[in-house]
């Protein structure tokens, strides 16, 4: 069956720090990945949208890459901050992962 | 202005019980959605309508049926209520049939079932 996994369940990091989160995919090849912020209590925010034939996208201190030979992406938060801590989804067609909850210390 | 809308916020019922919950958009999107997230916090497709018309329905029971009187809303009903059925019920809303497009969401329902 189709699966979209993040393995990571909880990421714990300093401030200043890069976060890196992954995504893998299974028995499917989607035409694009998302990737999702959601805060406790609230709904998810979308953030990014990678598609197959991009490499890379970066949006101020995100990036995101989506590598179809390894069915995976990588989300990266650079120089992290406190207000960074929050639970993030990837997703496709929608399918999304459990989600890795991310606290940045200070 | 709210872009996508639900209630109630809160919704606390004994087993047994019929509930409703309301959603609305107000972005003029085509296609609408209904998800179950569950206590593990895993995100669930239940349904999606596009311009009022069902297109996805996934391994939900009859019990949960969803209705759009128009493309801004569309209302979740659940006869039977079941202690399983707890959990936050998110609605979201995209320009896109497929969830390609950026799918925005409400704050979500939290249904106790007692």
């Known amino acids: 069956s189709q699966k979209i996994e993040q393995n990571s369940e909880a990421l714990n990091i300093q401030e200043g720090k890069t976060a890196t989160l992954t995504c893998n995919y299974t028995?499917?090849?989607?035409?694009?990945l998302q990737w999702y912020r959601q805060d406790p209590g609230r709904g998810p925010v979308f953030l990014l949208l990678?598609?197959?034939?991009?490499k890379e996208k970066r949006k101020e201190r995100l990036k995101v890459t989506f590598d179809t030979t390894l069915k995976q992406s990588l989300f990266h938060i650079t120089a992290s901050q406190p207000a960074d801590s929050a639970t993030y989804l990837c997703?496709?067609?929608?399918?999304f992962g459990a989600g890795t909850r991310l606290t940045v210390k200070p | 202005d709210t872009a996508v809308s639900q209630t109630p916020k809160y919704l606390v019922t004994q087993m047994g019980n019929d509930k409703s919950i309301k959603c609305e958009q107000n972005l003029g999107h085509d296609t609408m959605y209904w998800y179950k997230q569950d206590s593990k916090k895993f995100l669930k497709i239940m349904f999606s309508y596009n311009n009022k018309e069902l297109i996805i329905n996934e391994t939900v029971p009859n019990r949960f049926s969803p209705k759009s009187p128009d493309k801004a809303h569309l209302n979740l009903h659940i006869n039977s209520l079941e202690l399983g059925d707890s959990a936050v019920y998110f609605c979201?809303?995209?320009?896109?049939?497929?969830?390609?497009?950026?799918?925005?969401f409400g704050p979500g329902t939290r249904l106790l079932v007692l």
């Open positions: 028995n499917y090849s989607p035409a694009y």
């Open positions: 990678i598609r197959e034939n991009e």
């Open positions: 979201a809303s995209s320009q896109g049939r497929q969830g390609g497009e950026t799918q925005y």
């Open positions: 997703a496709t067609l929608m399918r």
